[in-house]
């Protein structure tokens, strides 16, 4: 049975009733799926925790395991044992828990256990630094508008220079590329506006719309900045 065999057999489990089996087989999805397959480092962040997340729902001691997981990752962050990967883990499961707020009180106690850390991890926690109205620190870890938008339409324009050239697919790639693009754009946009700098956030929109090559995807894109 293959790691991806391993996350469906959890969730199997779950939906049967099974829930202690299921548990069993989330806690050693995440712990050991990176081992054996690494490309299932964005499946594990996102869609297992998910279906951890809704097995705790009906099954109590499950929300209690990852819980426990979050909490010994976290001191090893704090005892200054972490990595980007380790922080990683611990943002997705705040996420996850709905506890977004101790992925920023985890930052604060950073800066000044392990600030070399917090350089490698500070656009991983960028979200709850700004859902904390912290936009001081947000700007230490979140680049400056203009050479912030330059970098994200590179990336995304090449992004879709690549996707133009790939066979059809089902995958929503292009949607994918967009929605980060234009999360980092409202990012960059919040903190500037936090900062007390309105005309650059304005200004930030607009060349956010600007920069993008590709017609179709420019429209897209002045569509939800704007609306």
């Known amino acids: 049975m293959n790691v991806s065999d391993r996350l469906s057999h959890a969730r199997e489990a779950a939906f049967a009733g099974r829930h202690a089996d299921a548990l069993r087989e989330y806690v050693w999805y995440h ?8 490309a299932q480092y964005g499946v594990r962040l996102s869609f297992a925790l998910g279906y951890w997340i809704d097995l705790a729902e009906v099954y109590p ?23 980007r990967g380790l922080f ?20 604060k106690q950073l800066e000044s256990n392990a600030p070399a850390l917090t350089k490698q991890c500070g656009d991983l926690a960028i979200d709850a630094i700004v859902l904390a109205n912290d936009f001081e620190m947000a700007r230490r870890y979140w680049p400056a508008p203009e050479s912030g938008l330059l970098q994200f339409s590179e990336d995304l324009n090449d992004d879709v220079v690549r996707h133009r050239r790939l066979p059809p697919t089902k995958a929503p790639r292009l949607e994918a590329f967009t929605r980060i693009y234009c ?19 304005d200004l930030t929109r607009e060349w956010a719309v600007a920069l993008v090559n590709d017609r179709r995807v420019r429209l897209k894109i002045s ?3 704007f609306e």
Not at 77 to 83: E, R, V, Y
């Open 31 to 38: 712990n050991n799926a990176l081992k054996h397959e690494p």
């Open 61 to 83: 001691p499950a929300r209690r395991k990852l819980i426990a997981i979050r909490d010994r990752k976290t001191r090893l962050l704090i005892a200054g044992k972490g990595t």
């Open 88 to 107: 990683h883990d611990v943002e997705s499961i705040n996420r996850a828990l709905g506890e977004v707020h101790a992925t920023y009180l985890l930052m």
């Open 183 to 201: 999360d980092r754009v409202r990012t960059t946009m919040r903190i500037a506006e936090g900062l007390g700098f309105q005309e650059t956030s």
């Open 223 to 225: 569509k939800l900045l």
